[in-house]
């Protein structure tokens, strides 16, 4: 079961198939149950997919795919890690929506980090596929908590086109 926030949640069900994927380079990690932002000592806000449903009964959404799942990975001393995965909201009724994430984008962004932070040289992953809408500020959680990649490469690419080049 997945630890629930008032905005986002942690799997710890998912350690093990992260443990499974850096056994081979030597690095044993254990969850770290607590999101302790004193302790830790990295951090990196990145995106996983996955579908979000709505639980509002009276709402006629029939859920919706995310691409931009904004996810706080962490790593805390004594080789210990979490990540936070950030809750958005249904844009009809303004909900928290229900997660089921794609475990494959999940586990893949956990491992990149550890083995980024512990010198181990990584590939970088490109998800094909192109999304279908835009990344809906107002309706996600990490956004609104100053945590989402996705609202970082908006304010960016924003930056960049107002720009004027000579």
């Known amino acids: 079961m997945p630890k629930e926030f008032k905005d986002s949640t942690m799997w710890p069900e998912l350690h093990e198939a992260v443990s499974g994927e850096i056994e081979e380079y030597n690095l044993y990690y ?47 001393p004594n080789n210990r890690h979490n990540a936070k995965v950030w809750y958005q909201r249904c844009k ?10 794609n475990v494959e984008s999940y586990v893949e962004r956990v491992v990149y980090w550890l083995k980024r932070w512990n010198d181990i040289p990584t590939e970088k992953h490109y998800h094909s596929g192109a999304s279908k809408g835009p990344h809906l500020r107002k309706y996600c959680e990490g956004c609104k908590a100053g945590r989402c990649a996705a609202a970082d490469a908006e304010d960016l690419a924003n930056l960049m086109s107002s720009l004027k080049w000579d």
């Not at 303004?94 to 997660?99: A, F, L, P, S, Y």
Request: with cysteine; proline share 2%; hydrophobic share 30%.
């Open 30 to 76: 254990a969850f770290q149950h607590k999101n302790r932002d004193a302790r830790c000592i990295d951090d990196w806000d990145t995106n996983i997919m996955g579908r979000f449903g709505c639980p509002n009964e009276a709402c006629r959404s029939t859920g919706w795919s995310s691409k931009k799942i904004a996810t706080t990975i962490r790593h805390y």
């Open 92 to 101: 009809r009724c303004d909900t928290k929506g229900v997660i089921t994430l």
